[in-house]
T-cell receptor, first 114, second 113 residues
Framework: DAGVIQSPRHEVTEMGQEVTLRCKPI?????LFWYRQTMMRGLELLIY????????DSGMPEDRFSAKMPNASFSTLKIQPSEPRDSAVYFC????????????FGSGTRLTVV | GDSVTQMEGPVTLSEEAFLTINCTYT??????LFWYVQYPGEGLQLLLK?????DKGSNKGFEATYRKETTSFHLEKGSVQVSDSAVYFC????????????FGKGTLLTVNP
């Protein structure tokens, strides 16, 4: 089991550029979650999918953020245009169930917008 | 709504000391409860869980008991090691059709040799 795989591990970009973060969930997991972690706000749930369908995107901070899950093995989180306040660690997690047995997290993408 | 409150850190202990990190929760229904650990530069890892009242979750010497009467899930370890230095998160899932894990703010533990 390779776990949840995120890429890239680190991303440094200039303000105004488009950023795409990628996630491959664990095979057989049907729920996928995107979180953002900052010192100020801790862990924030941005969006989650079940069976590739977005269930709740109320945590997405602005229209600059979008997420897709075109199939069961791949998801993207896109920020366009990026701003310095988007700098954070972005985690993807997946789960076989609705969450009552917990999630498996990826190692995260550390995004720095300069 | 659901919420998790855990003791604020940082917590600094000497090696072999006893550890308690308090966690209380508010939830509808009968939640599942979790402790996650985050080592520096890594993602969150599930440390232990309990899915019903009076269950005790345990792993790597850590324990936590699901106390419905006090709505608590305190994390304990009898003898901490330097390698236990990390951030610890308490979390819950309120079950039913709810997909979300609700996390506490995290507690930074530093263990000195």
């Amino acid at each position: 089991d390779a776990g949840v795989i995120q890429s890239p591990r680190h991303e440094v970009t200039e303000m105004g550029q488009e950023v795409t973060l990628r996630c491959k969930p664990i095979s057989g997991h049907n729920s996928l979650f995107w979180y953002r972690q900052t010192m100020m706000r801790g862990l924030e749930l941005l969006i989650y999918f079940n069976n590739n369908v977005p269930i709740d995107d109320s945590g997405m901070p602005e229209d600059r953020f979008s997420a897709k899950m075109p199939n069961a093995s791949f998801s993207t989180l896109k920020i366009q245009p990026s701003e310095p306040r988007d700098s954070a660690v972005y985690f993807c997690a997946s789960s076989r169930t609705r969450g009552q047995h917990g999630y498996t997290f990826g190692s995260g993408t550390r995004l720095t917008v300069v | 709504g659901d919420s998790v409150t855990q003791m604020e850190g940082p917590v600094t202990l000497s090696e072999e000391a006893f550890l308690t990190i308090n966690c209380t929760y508010t939830a509808t229904g009968y939640p599942s409860l979790f402790w996650y650990v985050q080592y520096p530069g890594e993602g969150l890892q599930l440390l232990l869980k309990a899915t019903k009242a009076d269950d005790k979750g345990s792993n790597k010497g850590f324990e936590a008991t699901y106390r419905k009467e006090t709505t608590s899930f305190h994390l304990e370890k009898g003898s901490v090691q330097v390698s236990d230095s990390a951030v610890y998160f308490c979390a819950l899932n309120s079950g039913g059709s709810n997909y979300k894990l609700t996390f506490g703010k995290g507690t930074l533990l530093t263990v000195n040799p």
